[in-house]
């Protein structure tokens, strides 16, 4: 029993350090690209980088341009 109790916090607490990892941008939206394929909008979003699209304009965070161009490249 004592085990089990072991094995559920480990896991609990993995959980938790986990998605108190993940990145979460609040940088100034700048123009990334422009008439990006829904290819590279789907690898953003897959990725967790906010997109906004203006038209043919797409904007993301600046603190997300590294990020963005490593999953895209």
Do not use: H
């Amino acid at each position: 029993m004592r085990k089990n109790t072991y094995l559920v916090m480990c896991s609990a607490m993995i959980l938790i350090l986990v998605s108190g990892c993940q990145k979460e941008y609040i940088g100034e939206y700048i123009q990334w690209g422009v008439d990006l394929s829904l290819e590279q909008k789907d690898l953003l979003k897959d990725n967790d980088i906010p997109i906004k699209v203006d038209g043919s304009f797409v904007y993301i965070p600046r603190d997300a341009v590294d990020d963005a161009t490593y999953c895209c490249s």
